[in-house]
């Protein structure tokens, strides 16, 4: 009987899998910086004098985007070392 090792297709599928994540982030991305600057527009963020409810809503449009790209880029490489990780 031979025996066949099926390590090497499930690395080159999270391979694939993570470069899929990868890419989709990098096309959100465009769309989500746009979304940003029209809150921070209609917030009107670049007025000296805001409250700190606004100021606090421009803070959060403005952090929105790295958090977003640091939780799919996490994501991708978390399907990437998964194998690593769980120790199958």
């Known amino acids: 009987m031979i025996r066949r090792n099926k390590k090497g297709q499930m690395i ?3 391979f694939m899998l993570a470069v899929a994540i990868i890419v ?3 096309g959100i991305i465009g769309m989500l910086s746009q979304s940003n600057a029209d809150a921070q527009s209609a917030m009107n963020c ?7 409810y606004t100021q606090a809503g421009c ?3 403005d952090l929105t985007l790295p958090y977003v790209i640091a939780i799919f880029i996490g ?3 978390i399907v990437l070392g998964a194998k690593y990780l769980i120790g199958g």
């Open 12 to 14: 080159l599928f999270g």
């Open 24 to 26: 989709l982030t990098m």
């Open 59 to 61: 803070w959060v449009a």
């Open 75 to 77: 994501i991708a490489g």
């Open 46 to 52: 670049t007025s000296p004098a805001l409250d700190k």
